[in-house]
């Protein structure tokens, strides 16, 4: 039984690998602000609910106390914050985060898993075939240039500390516990939006491709392999890409009437197809059953309407 400790363990991919953590015999810290509302976890024994800030190195610090594994699964920005206020990523996610791999020498830590971006840290060499992690990173968003200098940043604390790290370059997971009122999130989104009764916005003519993951696969596929990972470094999506409108098939497939649609230009910063390779992954761990697209979206258009019936 390794002791985890998940930073952002109140978050929507946190939240869901805090379950599959425990699940599988871990004991776990679910460091987070937290507010009002219960925690989004499920009640587990071997769970310690620890409030705390990122941004305040002693509350790290004293998280890290007894700690084996650090599960670093927080972000102070969005996509879109990070390139309206690129300076906030800096001086928040890349500055905090070199902190913390300080703090977890000190503590001696086993190993740091970090959760990256899958789909813009490959940028403008996002082209063809699906990308391996091979592939040469070419970030144009502020976003996912802060993602790759912390990938940067611990490849720097394990040449020189001794600090093992593993970094999961993560497409685009939806599912339950995502946030229904940020912007980040296009299943999400759409799902909210048709909960209205509104139409969705979609960009282009709908053909831009996308590799989605259903979060509690992402949850289970790292939970599987983060103490026995030979590489530093892999994939995790479904391997497949889907279109805009292919999404959208699905999506009036699970909510069984027609959605519609409005139509706005691209944002130059967009990508037009981002594919994961995860073949290192498989070849490491085999073969994983993965939730089916429709799957996923019925279980994320459940979470959606039984969140318009809670409280405000």
Not at 7 to 16: A, E
Not at 29 to 57: I, Q, S
Not at 110 to 122: D, E, L, N, P, R
Not at 215 to 241: C, M, P, W
Request: aromatic share 10%; charged share 20%; net charge negative.
């Amino acid at each position: 039984m390794a002791k985890c400790l998940v930073l952002g363990g109140n978050g929507f991919i946190g939240s869901h690998l805090v379950d599959s953590l425990i699940e599988a015999g871990h004991s776990v810290r679910a460091f987070d602000r937290y507010g009002d509302r219960p925690a989004k976890f499920l009640a587990h024994t071997n769970v310690e609910t620890y409030k705390g800030d990122f941004l305040n190195r002693a509350d790290l610090s004293n998280a890290l106390q007894n700690m084996d594994y650090v599960f670093h699964f927080i972000s102070t920005t969005t996509p879109i914050t990070a390139e309206n206020d690129p300076l906030i990523d800096i001086e928040t996610n890349i500055k905090m985060s070199i902190q913390l791999f300080e703090e977890c020498v000190n503590h001696k830590i086993k190993k740091v898993i970090f959760a990256s971006t899958g789909g813009a840290i490959y940028g403008a060499s996002s082209v063809g075939k699906p990308l391996a992690e091979t592939v040469l990173p070419l970030p144009f968003s502020p976003y996912a240039i802060g993602k790759l200098t912390i990938e940067h940043y611990l490849r720097y604390f394990n040449k020189k500390f001794g600090l093992n790290s593993l970094t999961f370059r993560i497409s685009n997971p939806y599912g339950e516990r995502q946030s229904l009122l940020s912007k980040q999130g296009v299943i999400p989104i759409f799902l909210q939006h048709i909960a209205g009764n509104e139409p969705i916005t979609v960009l282009g003519d709908g053909s831009m491709v996308r590799d989605y993951i259903y979060v509690k696969d992402v949850a289970r596929l790292i939970t599987a392999s983060f103490e026995q990972a030979r590489e530093q470094l892999y994939n995790l999506g479904s391997g497949r890409g889907e279109t805009v409108n292919e999404l959208i098939q699905a999506m009036e497939a699970v909510v069984d009437r027609p959605i519609r649609r409005n139509q706005q230009e691209v944002p130059v910063t967009f990508v037009d197809k981002v594919v994961l390779d995860i073949g290192l992954y498989t070849s490491e761990f085999g073969d994983q059953p993965m939730t089916s697209l429709e799957e996923g979206i019925r279980k994320t258009w459940e979470y959606v309407l039984a969140s318009q019936q809670e409280p405000k």
